[in-house]
């Protein structure tokens, strides 16, 4: 394995922007990284949660592109209690405007009346938020817990760490 890529696991808070644009707010000052990293794709402002970031630009795109579908699963907090409708719609897909989203594994969290995990394989902007407004819902709170085989885990909000040498192993034989 070449040591000199640099793979991070980064638990993005609310109010981080996923862009390396010299912003307010940005990714990666909030990191402080002594590497040029970028981020993986993208979480939009309001979330929070999983993102990787890297040095190694030739993988990027063999993991956000939606032709290989990888997953990517979030908690999604409700303002209003689920109904088996809603998770129904939601695992079909959803009319979101300028696309229908692709079939979805989703789950009710146990134990709680608006919550809900969501695995997608495709990554549209702001899909979770979009699937649920046009069924009536708003989300309180969406957070990306995982990303392929990398789990946010324990990793505190707005804390970061090196992917682990399995991790980094079982990510490049999920791309190929």
């Known amino acids: ?37 970028i981020p993986i794709g993208r979480l939009d402002k309001d979330s929070e949660g999983l993102i990787l970031l890297t040095n190694n630009g030739a993988i990027i ?20 209690p689920l109904r088996n409708q809603f998770l129904k719609d939601m695992a079909h897909g959803v009319n979101i405007g300028d696309a229908i989203t692709k079939s979805c594994k989703i789950k009710p969290e146990p134990n709680t009346k608006r919550v809900f995990r969501i695995v997608l394989k495709q990554g549209l ?13 708003q989300v309180i709170k969406l957070q990306r817990v995982r990303i392929m085989n990398i789990k946010l885990g324990k990793l505190k909000v707005g804390e970061w760490r090196e992917l682990t040498e ?8 999920q791309l190929g």
């Open 1 to 37: 394995m070449d040591n000199n890529f640099i793979y991070i696991a980064y638990n993005k808070p609310a109010g981080i922007v996923c862009t390396t644009e010299k912003t307010e707010g940005n990714i990666i000052d909030a990191i402080k990284h002594k590497e040029n990293i």
């Open 125 to 137: 902007n702001r899909q979770i938020r979009r699937m649920c407004n046009v069924l009536d819902y």
């Open 166 to 173: 399995d991790e980094v192993y079982d990510l490049f034989l």
């Open 61 to 80: 795109n063999r993991i956000i592109h939606p032709d290989f579908e990888h997953e990517k699963e979030y908690v999604v907090t409700l303002n209003l």
